[in-house]
């Protein structure tokens, strides 16, 4: 640093005392002005102006605004789907009701058939027991041998059978009566 005007550079020892103090006040000062423009520009960088912070504050509040009324809508359709699945639950169940009671009645419209074929096998066997039976003593009476010159209507009615003793039949009696190899037309 230069010496002031008026002072005189080989003057008394405390006037350049007091130069050097000046100066050593003025570099601090210095130093001091430099560190203070290192903060503002920090301070630029790290803080937003009044303006910012107003338009975020507003923001900040149309967010919230705008997150209650979606906590709002999340807790009605919360409720709608509590609602559903209690009603998908009592589907459920119900629907295993009549599963089950469908089983049921499967199962006992199954041993039913199993019991009604069962019986119409008891009287095939039967009607064929019986025709077996009814065959031989009719083969000696009517002479039903293949070299017989006596033949057999087609509606298995013998000559000498009376049309008025005709006995309605169910169809598998009918069947039956019939025989294996005709058919009633």
């Given at each position: 640093m230069a010496t002031p005007l008026g002072w005189s550079q080989g003057g008394s020892g405390s006037v350049c005392?007091?130069?050097?103090?000046?100066?050593?006040?003025?570099?601090?000062?210095?130093?001091?002005?430099?560190?203070?423009?290192?903060?503002?520009?920090?301070?630029?960088?790290?803080?937003?102006?009044?303006?910012?912070?107003?338009?975020?504050?507003?923001?900040?509040?149309?967010?919230?605004?705008?997150?209650?009324?979606?906590?709002?809508?999340?807790?009605?359709?919360?409720?709608?789907?509590?609602?559903?699945?209690?009603?998908?639950?009592?589907?459920?169940?119900?629907?295993?009701?009549?599963?089950?009671?469908?089983?049921?009645a499967l199962s006992s419209v199954k041993s039913r058939v199993l019991q009604e074929s069962s019986k119409k096998d008891q009287l095939i066997t039967k009607c064929n027991g019986r025709r077996e039976a009814r065959a031989a003593p009719q083969v000696n009476i009517h002479g039903l041998f293949t070299n017989s010159p006596m033949t057999v209507p087609k509606a298995g009615l013998y000559p000498n059978f009376c049309p008025r003793l005709r006995i309605q039949a169910s169809p598998v009696l009918r069947k039956c009566l019939q025989g294996p190899g005709r058919s009633r037309k």
């Amino acid at each position: 640093m230069a010496t002031p005007l008026g002072w005189s550079q080989g003057g008394s020892g405390s006037v350049c005392l007091a130069f050097d103090q000046l100066r050593d006040v003025i570099e601090s000062q210095e130093e001091l002005i430099h560190q203070l423009r290192n903060v503002m520009v920090l301070q630029d960088e790290n803080f937003v102006s009044k303006e910012e912070f107003h338009e975020i504050e507003k923001k900040l509040v149309e967010e919230k605004a705008a997150h209650a009324k979606t906590k709002a809508l999340l807790a009605k359709e919360e409720e709608k789907l509590q609602f559903a699945l209690g009603e998908v639950e009592v589907l459920s169940k119900q629907l295993e009701k009549e599963k089950m009671a469908f089983e049921k009645a499967l199962s006992s419209v199954k041993s039913r058939v199993l019991q009604e074929s069962s019986k119409k096998d008891q009287l095939i066997t039967k009607c064929n027991g019986r025709r077996e039976a009814r065959a031989a003593p009719q083969v000696n009476i009517h002479g039903l041998f293949t070299n017989s010159p006596m033949t057999v209507p087609k509606a298995g009615l013998y000559p000498n059978f009376c049309p008025r003793l005709r006995i309605q039949a169910s169809p598998v009696l009918r069947k039956c009566l019939q025989g294996p190899g005709r058919s009633r037309k």
